[in-house]
């Protein structure tokens, strides 16, 4: 089971390589936490009130197909359009 945006582009390297890199633009990010409620083991709120990652403390990391689901929903329902698949 994979979850495709049918509406953007997907690479079918990364069904090979099974790990997608995603970016949060923390300058972008408005801390509204849409994401933080899609993605409540992957992303929190910091201090500065900007989105992050939990598994790198960063705004990049990298994720296996078991956490595409909740990221990607993230993604596609951030408000600022802050979340992107970078690789």
């Known amino acids: 089971f ?3 945006n049918l509406e953007q582009p997907f690479n079918l390297l990364k069904l090979f390589t099974m ?3 995603f970016e949060i633009h923390q300058e972008n990010c408005t801390g509204c936490a849409t994401c933080v409620k ?15 990652f939990v598994k790198t403390g960063d705004n990049i990391a990298n994720f ?19 979340i ?3 690789g």
């Open 64 to 82: 296996g197909p078991d956490r595409w689901p909740d990221i990607f929903a993230a993604r596609d329902e951030c408000p600022s359009e802050c």
């Open 38 to 52: 899609l993605s409540q083991e992957e992303i929190k709120i910091n201090d500065d009130e900007k989105a992050y």
């Open 2 to 4: 994979f979850f495709l």
């Open 84 to 86: 992107e698949e970078i």
């Open 19 to 21: 790990s997608v890199t």
